[in-house]
């Protein structure tokens, strides 16, 4: 079992530190065995830091921010180190060496790299984040902020349940045909396909779809992960994204 993941399209990118999480590799035992980086859903603490310094070690960043996720659309610039994990669901960066993590187990990572204006971006999309358009918020963060064009960004959208996987509740469907036309195309019968609206919602403000990666695996069915609707409690993995100096 591959212990990191890599997107191609970051791959090559010497100014770009990336990797996604597996379950392999760490110290929790079960159920969180055994990368978990999650300090929220029960596992000891401690092993939690040791597979974070074993994520960090992997990547080649000391410093990896990780976030206090609330399923909202706050964005966060991250400029230094935050003393406490910002309190959100998508960060922003120009700052080498300080890399922006998404934690995840059937939601949506995305993450983004603007090589013009030598800009990052992380964002957390479940059902909610994405009915938010979190996807589009961030791209428009890392606009106003660092100039990025959308058509520059290359986007990487890491492993999660795909929509043959994800049934959906009523709510979750009546909340869902409140959005755009171009969204509900990821909304069939009693199913959504979170990883198809989030690159819907890219393409529509401008990000091209042969700059959008998407890891064609399912967390659901794919063992590698952990995934909350297979198991829960369960741990949590994490999709990384750096500029490098
Ligand atoms: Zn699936």
């Given at each position: 079992m591959a212990v990191m993941l890599r997107f191609d399209c970051f791959?090559?990118?010497?100014s770009v530190a990336s990797l996604v999480t597996t379950r392999?590799?760490?110290?929790?035992?079960?159920?969180?065995?055994?990368?978990d980086a999650a300090l929220?859903?029960?596992?000891d603490p401690r092993s939690v830091e040791i597979n974070r310094a074993i994520i960090a070690r992997e990547l080649g960043v000391d410093c990896v921010v990780y976030m206090n996720q609330i399923h909202g659309d706050r964005i966060v610039l991250i400029d230094k180190p935050p003393p406490t994990p910002p309190e959100c669901d998508a960060m922003i960066s120009n700052q080498p060496n300080i890399a922006l993590a998404v934690l995840s187990a059937d939601c949506v990572p995305l993450l983004f790299f603007d090589p013009v204006n030598r800009a990052i971006g992380a964002a957390h999309a479940g059902w909610r984040g994405s009915a938010a358009l979190i996807a589009v918020k961030t791209i428009e963060a890392m606009r106003d902020r660092f100039g990025s064009k959308p058509s520059d960004i290359i986007a990487g959208i890491a492993p999660a349940i795909c929509g043959k996987c994800y049934e959906v509740k009523d709510a979750v469907k009546n909340e869902w045909r409140k959005?755009?036309?171009?969204?509900?195309?990821?909304?069939k019968d009693n199913r959504l396909d979170l990883p198809l609206a989030n690159r819907l919602q890219l393409n529509a403000i401008g990000v091209l779809d042969r700059n959008i990666e998407t890891m064609p695996l399912c967390t659901y069915e794919n063992d590698d992960f952990f995934s909350y609707r297979r198991a829960n409690p369960t741990g949590r993995f994490a999709s990384i994204i750096a500029l490098r100096s």
């Open positions: 791959r090559n990118l010497p392999g590799g760490g110290v929790s035992l079960a159920p969180y065995e055994s990368l929220h859903v029960g596992d959005l755009p036309d171009y969204l509900r195309i990821a909304l």
